[in-house]
């Protein structure tokens, strides 16, 4: 898995990348209430919003961690939004990407680089 300062984990799964929050972003957020997932097939540039979270605590953007397209995203999450404070690393990503550049991956912070982060 790659991380990015955003709380965001990125896996890889053959050519595509599913994102999701960390565990830590899920508890700084408290008790997620809604999911507003983005549109399959849109382009999108690092750092742009793609998604928001709303918990009882605030609301959140989740933003494009690199460039690329949305080619899925998680149905699951707008009809059971707490399942991203249940499993933020499984069963809650947010949407799959297919990026313009897979090597665009290296930049980004391992698990330990990401441990050292969040301290």
């Not at 009882?56 to 080619?71: C, N, Q, R, T, Y």
């Not at 947010?94 to 980004?108: G, I, Q, T």
Request: one cysteine or more; hydrophobic letters at 45%.
């Amino acid at each position: 898995m790659k991380f990015t300062k955003d709380h965001e984990w990125l896996r890889v799964e053959g050519d595509l990348v599913v994102v999701g929050i960390t565990e830590h972003a899920a508890t700084q957020l408290g008790d997620v209430v809604f999911v507003e997932l983005p549109e399959i097939e849109t382009m999108v540039a690092e750092g742009d919003e793609v998604c928001v979270i709303e918990s009882v605590k605030a609301a959140s953007d989740i933003l494009a961690p690199l460039d690329g397209e949305i080619v899925e995203v998680n149905e699951k999450l707008v009809d059971n939004p707490s399942l991203v404070n249940e499993d933020p690393m499984g069963a809650a990503w947010f949407f799959k990407m297919r990026l313009d550049d897979l090597s665009a991956l290296d930049a980004l912070m391992d698990e330990d680089e990401y441990a050292d982060l969040i301290g």
